[in-house]
Every structure is written in C-alpha cells, then in structure tokens.
C-alpha cells in the first residue's frame, strides 16, 4: 500500500488540513482522508496521524509497519511488504 499525505494550507472556507491518498503503484488515486490540522502536534506527527486516519479503512496494515519517504510537498508512506517494490526518481 502506498499513501500520499500532503498539507494543505488554509482557504476563506476551509482550515489547514492534511490530506491522505491512497495510491496504486501506477500513481492512481484509490482512496484519500482529509485530516484538520492540529496546533498541539508537530509536522511529522500531523502526517503519521493522517496516514492513521486513512489506514483505519484498512485491515491488515499498521503504521509502524511504513516506511517513510520525503517528497515535494509532503510525505510517501509506503507499506513494509510493498518497500522491495517501490523506486525513489530524483532529478
């Protein structure tokens, strides 16, 4: 399993928030949870509870069981069975 969090700032309608995506490995959207910010966690503890929120879904998957990958903009969190699969492309 493969999950996108990425932050997002706020709007005249809406607050921060992070957004979760579950992705394919082709990149394709699966499933996805918006999570509002919250001022008494840390960055990286925003998108570990994110990735929960999405994972919640699931069975099977825990989050201790992701490794975590920086990207532009955020966090790919990619489940430990998938990790022999997945490739990081830099420029």
Do not use: C
């Not at 579950?22 to 919250?38: A, C, H, K, N, Q």
């Amino acid at each position: 399993m493969i999950v996108e969090v990425r932050f997002r700032g706020p709007t005249n309608t809406r607050g921060a928030r992070y957004v979760a995506r579950r992705l394919t490995p082709e990149g394709l959207l699966i499933d996805r949870v918006s999570v509002p910010y919250d001022y008494s966690l840390r960055n990286e503890e925003n998108h570990r509870a994110a990735l929960r929120a999405l994972v919640r879904r699931q069975e099977g998957i825990h989050p201790r069981d992701w490794v975590k990958v920086p990207v532009e903009g955020g966090y790919l969190f990619v489940s430990a069975p998938n990790v022999e699969r997945v490739e990081v492309m830099t420029d």
